[in-house]
């Protein structure tokens, strides 16, 4: 079964710092794009980064360049988010997902690890 | 970057109804156009990837089209288990931009 599983999320204070891990089973991980995507409280989902297979590209949404880096280990079928200088509109649930660029949709979706950004 | 405007943001509609909801790329994404379904407390749900393929286990009620820039997602009849908010994501090399979402609640 293809699955994605993320962890470390948790309470920051604003202008901290966090490491969120995606570990993924069940499909050939280095062959695949890799995204994060995250969901404010009540509201849509926005895209927030996406790695190509071998971490060669990386893209982001403008509000958070040259904040969060996105970046994986295929030896550990892991891919990361390091997420810097947090603000409080960074507050969401982020989710791992395989796809979402290089023309792969997004599919599968992990359960999501819930970031407060909150003093 | 590309935009992706979807529309309407709620659809009031009943078991039967026939459902469509729009989406529209701020430029061409060719056919890289997916739609998901997502319901309260749970992670989207793939439902149509490549404009109109239906991914495994998705009844055939559901239904995509379009090309360019205009697409759409249509539910031929509105099941129950069908209202839930939709989105469509553009996915092309440089970015996965999502609709801001369509509720489809009971009338």
């Known amino acids: 079964e293809m699955q994605v599983v993320e962890s470390g999320g948790g309470l920051v204070q604003p202008g901290g710092s966090l490491r969120l891990s995606c570990a993924a089973s069940?499909?050939?991980?280095?062959?695949?794009?890799m995204s994060w995507v995250r969901q404010a409280p009540g509201k849509g989902l926005e895209w927030v980064a996406n790695?190509?297979?071998?971490?060669?590209?990386?893209y982001y949404v403008g509000s958070v360049k040259g904040r969060f880096t996105i970046s994986r280990d295929n030896a550990k079928n892991s891919v990361y988010l390091q997420m810097n200088s947090l603000r409080a509109e960074d507050t969401a649930v982020y989710y791992c997902?395989?796809?979402?660029?290089?023309?792969?949709?997004?599919?599968?979706w992990g359960q999501g690890t819930l970031v407060t950004v909150s003093s | 970057d590309i935009q992706m405007t979807q529309s309407p943001s709620t659809l009031s509609a009943s078991v039967g109804d026939r459902v469509t909801i729009t989406c529209r790329a701020s430029?061409?994404?060719?056919?890289?156009l997916a739609w998901y379904q997502q319901k309260p407390g749970k992670a989207p749900n793939l439902l149509i990837y490549?404009?109109?393929r239906l991914d495994s286990g998705v009844p055939s009620r559901f239904s995509g089209s379009g090309s360019g820039t205009e697409f759409t997602l249509t539910i031929s009849s509105l099941q129950p288990d069908d209202f839930a908010t939709y989105y469509c994501?553009?996915?092309?090399?440089?970015?996965?931009?999502f609709g801001q979402g369509t509720k489809v609640e009971v009338k």
């Open positions: 997902v395989r796809g979402g660029g290089g023309g792969s949709s997004s599919s599968p």
């Open positions: 069940g499909f050939t991980f280095s062959t695949y794009w």
């Open positions: 790695i190509n297979q071998d971490g060669t590209e990386k």
């Open positions: 430029q061409s994404i060719s056919s890289w």
């Open positions: 490549k404009v109109s």
């Open positions: 994501q553009q996915y092309n090399n440089y970015s996965g931009t």
